[in-house]
Structure formats: C-alpha cells, structure tokens
C-alpha cells in the first residue's frame, strides 16, 4: 500500500511537472510571428523596379531599334531578291544569295549579343532591387519582432502578407 501511494504522488508530480513544461511552450507557440513577401510583387510594383526598368529600356532602346530596322532591311532585301532572282544570271543569284545569307548571320549574332546584354543588365539591375528589398524586410523583421518572413510558399494566408509594407517602406514612405 505504501508503494502504491508513493507511485501515486510520483506521477502526480510527474503530471504537474510536465504541464509546469508544457506551459511555456504554449505560450511561446503563441508569440510565434511570421510573414510574407510576394517577390514577383516587389518586382512588379516598387518604386526602385520600375525605375530600374525604365534605365534599361533607355539603355538599349537605340540597339533594339537599329535591330529592328536591320531586320527589315534584310527582309526588304530578301523580298527584292525573290521578285528579281528569276532575271538574275546564275552567278548573280547565287552571289545575292550568300549576301544575304551573310547578312541574316550577322543580324543573328547582334541579337544574341544584345539579349546576352539586356539580360546580363537586367540581372544586375534586379539584384540592387531585391537587395534593397531584403533590407528593408530585415529593418521590418526587426523593428516588428517577426521570427520568420517567407518568399516563397504554397499558400499564404493573407494576413501573413506583409508585401504592402515592404512596397510602402521602398517606395520611400518609410525605411530605405
């Protein structure tokens, strides 16, 4: 009998003892904060994209469009040979025909140049975008007292979205 009762208030402590435990652990699930941030958003709306957007267009607006109008030359050029080539001699066809064979080539080679560039540009330019946007996300995870703020996810409930706010703070209504 007296094991028994000893077993007894042993594994009454043991109980109170594991919700003495448990208690914080609650409470701590509880205060657990977290947060997203739609990337494609920041991309598409902040202040800093846009901007970024606009400087690369400037920059290579005058090669797209020396592209642009080559291309249409050689296709003027290729369709003037189509109409001529059945009163051309031999030599003169096939003559025509490696000059614009050539031609095509080289206009082929300038626009995987030029897209070899705007895309080397635009990584660099998206990079100080998203650069500025991990700050800022960091100043909010900071100043906020987030515990974890996700890019990437599933499914987000919407009152996890913390995008407004990192668009407020990079568009210059808040921390930079």
Do not use: W
Not at 3 to 26: F, M
Not at 83 to 92: F, G, H, I, K, V
């Amino acid at each position: 009998m007296l094991v028994k009762t000893q077993l007894s208030r042993g594994l009454s402590i043991l109980a109170v003892l594991a919700c003495l435990a448990a208690a914080p652990v609650a409470a701590q699930a509880q205060s657990f904060k977290a947060g997203f941030v739609n990337t494609d958003r920041i991309l598409r709306e902040a202040e800093p994209a846009k901007a970024a957007q606009a400087k690369l267009e400037a920059e290579f607006s005058k090669r797209d469009k020396e592209l642009r109008d080559s291309a249409a030359s050689l296709k003027s050029a290729s369709d003037k040979f189509e109409r001529e080539a059945p009163t051309m001699s031999e030599s003169q066809r096939q003559t025509r025909q490696r000059q614009l064979a050539d031609q095509d080539r080289e206009l082929q080679r300038k626009n995987r140049e030029f897209q070899e560039d705007l895309n080397a540009r635009k990584n660099e330019e998206l990079a100080q975008v998203l650069d500025k946007a991990n700050r800022v996300v960091r100043q909010l995870a900071e100043s906020e007292n987030y515990d974890v703020i996700l890019q990437e996810a599933v499914y987000v409930n919407p009152k996890h979205d913390i995008t407004d706010k990192v668009l407020k703070a990079m568009n210059g209504n808040g921390a930079k």
